[in-house]
């Protein structure tokens, strides 16, 4: 018999609490005993995962909807508190057990995060945790409820992203000012949410018995392969390589343009006057274009992708009261991955699809390992499967469009890696300058990130938007939501660019590689999970320059 039945609510902790009692209340008395306690934790922690889940992309999906809202709160007010004092329970039952030292090998990971966890765990913070993830359900209602008048109807952002590519400067210039008008609405209360962030996770970290959060931060999302000092190498790696590629690009637009400054309003459109590229009219017709790519690089691949659409796993379109974004969420229990983004028909939208899907893949290819720990690998090894399926796909970009279309999408892509990465520098650089100064003032905090948007920027002029430009960072809702989470996209891309690398000279032996790193799950640590599928972990200038080096080169090789 079971441990956990299958009809458990896992969103009601009156029926949560007996299971977590017996776990907590249980005799353990030998190794044998341990290891099947943490199955029947893993078969407990997988109903409570997929009960959140589906209450967050609800809630997500539907942020406008007062009901789905409440359930949201209800779970992170009154089961989440709990679930974090049964864990440190939990956790010190098997760290702290005298049979913990006979456990096999594949218990490794997990006692170590284990261990980690209890180090950083104090009951005080459980409050604060709560009224962080309060504070930022209401950025997103707010972000959620974001629209704009245009051409006289209301308009998502996602659906304006389009006229930001129209060939008509005027256009985009009108689209581009009603978009910033709009978000800087809301920009007081925004600061003052992300004032009370910084407040509440820097108690969190000194509670924690850390100087600051960026350090506790590092503990909390068990990055063990690589230190704060490491991201700064690696932000110096970035300025030193990418910028002067960026720069050079900046520099042809204008003069292609033939414009005497760039405006924030020209950096999407095509410099050579041809329309945006429209690869899909209907979200319909996006995810069976996505389907005949994945089929022609593997059945598999297919197939896996076909699941998502054959189960109701995909929320695709843009709509008013939907938050914006997009992410792939593993429902642990149902072992299916679950799709949200906001699709208009753009070529971004395609290559957000392929992202997620990559995610998907993941998360289909380590859903045979049995416990939940095992399936949940390192951010950084989980955004190498997103990134390089960006990538992989690129020889089947015909699917959506001509020849010439293709190639457009192709060097659009690879010359926005380039751009992304100076950006994933300046949110990095932003954390840690703000975790590392929590007292710091509005001032303070704009003055940093307009320096920080000089190093790492684009040769933009924002004349005339200064007030704008001072908390344009109130975009990345990472900084919000998930805080520290987005180097991992820079060091998975290092990944993600390898994987092309192979995939440029062999398709077949690239996509062996990709699956077997993803197969492992979370069973190695990340540095042995990049091993795995031939890839190499690196911050330093040299190791980044080659790889940016092969997109330079590329980019020769694609007709303009």
């Known amino acids: 018999m079971s441990f956990v039945s299958d009809d458990l609510d896992g969103a009601s902790w009156p029926a949560i609490e007996p299971l977590m009692n017996d776990l907590r209340d249980r005799t353990l008395s030998c190794a044998g005993c341990l290891k099947t306690f943490i199955s029947d934790r893993s078969a407990l922690s997988e109903i409570i995962s997929e009960a959140r889940a589906k209450l967050y992309i609800d809630m997500t ?58 180090e950083i765990f104090r009951e005080e913070n459980i409050p604060l945790q709560t009224q962080a993830t309060k504070l930022v359900t209401e950025y997103e209602e707010i972000r959620g409820a974001q629209m704009v008048e245009f051409e006289g109807e209301q308009k998502t952002f996602a659906q304006m992203a389009i006229y930001l590519e129209n060939t008509d400067r005027e256009i985009r210039e009108a689209a581009w000012k009603s978009m910033a008008k709009r978000r800087h609405e809301d920009n007081e209360r925004i600061s003052e949410i992300y004032d009370e962030l910084i407040a509440i996770r820097h108690k969190i970290a000194t509670n924690a018995g850390f100087e600051g959060y960026q350090q506790y931060m590092f503990a909390a999302m068990h990055r063990f392969d690589y230190t704060i000092e490491d991201c700064l190498e690696f932000h110096n790696s970035i300025e030193a390589i990418c910028q002067p590629l960026r720069h050079r690009t900046d520099e042809e637009r204008r003069e292609a343009l033939a414009l005497e400054t760039l405006r924030p309003w020209d950096m999407g459109v095509d410099v050579h006057g041809r329309p945006p590229l429209q690869p899909f009219k209907e979200v319909q017709e996006m995810v069976d274009g996505c389907s005949s790519i994945f089929h022609a690089m593997s059945d598999e691949l297919g197939n896996y992708f076909d699941l998502l659409d054959a189960n109701d796993c995909l929320d695709l379109d843009s709509r008013k009261g939907k938050a914006p974004g997009g992410y792939q969420y593993y429902l642990q229990k149902s072992r299916l991955p679950f799709i949200f983004m906001n699709a208009a028909g753009t070529q971004r939208n395609v290559e957000t699809m392929i992202h997620e899907a990559g995610h998907a893949f993941h998360s289909f290819y380590s859903g045979h390992l049995d416990l939940i720990h095992e399936r949940d690998a390192p951010i950084e090894f989980a955004e190498v499967a997103s990134m390089s399926m960006e990538l992989l796909t690129h020889p089947h970009w015909e699917q959506f469009y001509s020849s010439e279309e293709a190639n457009r999408a192709r060097r659009s892509h690879l010359e926005d890696i380039i751009a992304l990465m100076p950006w994933i520098a300046t949110i990095d650089a932003f954390q840690h300058w703000i975790y590392a100064n929590p007292e710091h003032t509005r001032e303070e905090r704009a003055e940093k990130w307009l320096e920080l948007s000089e190093r790492f920027g684009s040769k933009v002029d924002m004349s005339g938007f200064e007030d704008i430009r001072e908390v344009s960072w109130q975009r990345q809702g990472h900084l919000f939501g998930v805080p520290f989470y987005y180097v991992e996209y820079g060091i998975a891309q290092l990944g993600a660019l390898q994987m092309w690398q192979y995939h440029r000279r062999d398709k077949q032996d690239a996509l062996a590689r990709y699956k077997s790193g993803l197969a492992l799950g979370y069973t190695r640590g990340l540095t042995e999970l990049f091993e795995a599928s031939g890839l190499t972990l690196s911050f330093s200038e040299s190791h980044l320059d080659s790889l940016i080096g092969e997109i330079d080169n590329a980019l020769t090789e694609i007709p303009v």
């Open 61 to 118: 999906c539907h942020t406008d909807d007062e009901a789905i809202q409440k359930a949201w709160m209800d779970f992170v007010e009154n089961v989440e508190p709990k679930l974090s004092e049964y864990s440190d329970i939990l956790n010190r039952r098997i760290v702290e057990h005298d049979a913990v030292g006979e456990l096999p090998e594949r218990y490794e990971i997990l006692i170590k995060g284990l261990t980690t966890n209890i």
